[in-house]
């Protein structure tokens, strides 16, 4: 048994009769990584994600390029919070009452993700997702698909940051040790 495809990349024919994705992959190296939104920290490239359904003031989880150990990635995360944001503590987000109690801090996840701009920059489509990135899971088999680490926030609920599970069948992803 085969698992459903995790998305579908939209292409259209050229002419000569080649399709070409819709969107642009991009893969993310070291030269082009930071200017994309992520930061750079201790060599590791680290950037925040929301969910894909409500617009947050913070992120609900972080990517780190390549397969990294857990603890790295909690570290890579503070540093991101405490350059983009401004703040060092990575348990709540700021205004939240510290006396709540925050579970501990969830494992990090090796998976793979496909990086997207839309649309293809030669192009331009004119709608509201122009001149947007967007990450999707992928299994590592698929093209453009780059080795990522992504950790939950600790003060996000479990289902807004979407972070494939390894528990679940069929997900491409293990857990970071």
Sequence with gaps: MTAPALYEIETSE???GTPHPVEQLWTPCADDAADSGFVAH????????DDAIDDHLYPVAFIVLGHQA???VIEAAAAYMARVHGWRNLHLYPGDDPSVLIPRIPRAVHTHGVFLRHPHPDHGCACEWDD???????PADEPG???VTVLRHPAAL???????NPDEDGTPATWAT
């Excluded at 201790?42 to 950037?47: D, I, P, Q």
């Excluded at 947007?132 to 992928?138: F, G, H, I």
Aim: hydrophobic share 45%.
């Design 14 to 16: 050229g002419d000569d």
């Design 42 to 49: 201790r060599s590791l490239y680290v950037t925040g994600i």
């Design 70 to 72: 857990w603890s790295d």
């Design 132 to 138: 947007t990135w967007r990450m999707v899971w992928a």
């Design 145 to 147: 698909a780059v080795p």
């Design 158 to 164: 479990v289902t807004t940051a979407g972070i494939p």
